[in-house]
């Protein structure tokens, strides 16, 4: 039994690439276009095309998102979302899927991939962290995104979790900066993309329900950014171990 899933897992690995490049190039044009369009304006433009693409493709790759929380997000505000990393499927969920025009911290790494690199670009703050200028620039960066009006997607565990733990230990920027720009953190807990894109096996995908979890927003009010950071990782810890098996 145990073979015949590896064997289906690397089949439909070849079904979820194909479909996703295949709708890609559909909405790649049209997404191009919001280039033209000065932000926020342009970003909103940019999500919707987005969200439609990332709606069809995890349909066609049997992997339907479930969205709850969107409440939490008051009309004209923005906020950090602070998202956990299980899986590169991660990435494609949280840009289409936060209420709003919004802009995710990403590896300037993607950024080079032909096409798709143009793409992911216009969704992203890019950084090299291995850059201390680099990682000042993205900050400074971040700091115009939400005085625009826009949310900030972050990653505070830095890279996938290849861990047994529900999180690996935050990195402070995303905690730094709601600090610093007394900007509310809205905690994201995603579920499941661990069990259809494993980090550890290579060309496997494996189809399951995702769900995505927007937290109550977190004032950082007279918090340190290291008070903050212990206060979000518990909160998503903790709402991660309840909820993970539902």
């Known amino acids: 039994m145990r073979i015949i899933k590896e ?31 000065p932000d926020p304006k342009g970003t ?29 997000f008051a009309k004209g505000r923005p906020f950090i979302i602070t998202c956990n990393h299980n899986s590169l499927l991660d990435i494609p969920l949280s840009c289409p899927f936060i209420p709003g025009a919004n802009k995710t911290i990403a590896k300037t790494s993607f950024a080079k991939i032909p096409l798709f ?12 962290r291995k850059s201390e200028t680099s990682r000042r620039k ?9 005085q625009k009006g826009m949310h900030m997607c972050i990653y505070p565990e830095g890279t996938r979790n290849r861990t047994d733990e529900p999180l690996k230990k935050f990195y402070d920027g ?27 096996k290579s060309f496997y995908f494996i189809p399951q329900k995702l769900r995505m979890h927007f937290l109550a927003p977190v004032d950082p009010g007279e918090l340190s950014p290291e008070q903050l950071k212990e206060k979000v990782f518990l909160l998503m810890k903790e709402y991660y171990v309840k909820n993970k098996d539902q």
């Open 138 to 146: 993205s900050f400074e960066e971040m700091k115009a995104v939400l």
């Open 7 to 37: 064997i289906a897992g690397r089949i439909w690995a070849v079904w979820a690439i194909i479909s996703f490049v295949a709708t890609f190039l559909v909405i790649f044009i049209p997404s191009m276009f919001t280039y033209l369009i």
């Open 117 to 128: 690199g143009w793409f992911y670009s216009k969704g992203s703050v890019l950084v090299d």
């Open 174 to 200: 995303a905690f730094k900066l709601a600090v610093e720009t007394n900007t509310a953190i809205i905690p994201a807990v995603i579920f499941n993309t661990k069990k259809a894109l494993p980090v550890h």
């Open 44 to 72: 909103v433009v940019f999500i919707r095309i987005a969200k439609i693409w990332m709606s069809v493709w995890l349909r066609l790759a049997g992997c339907p998102l479930k969205v709850s929380g969107k409440e939490n």
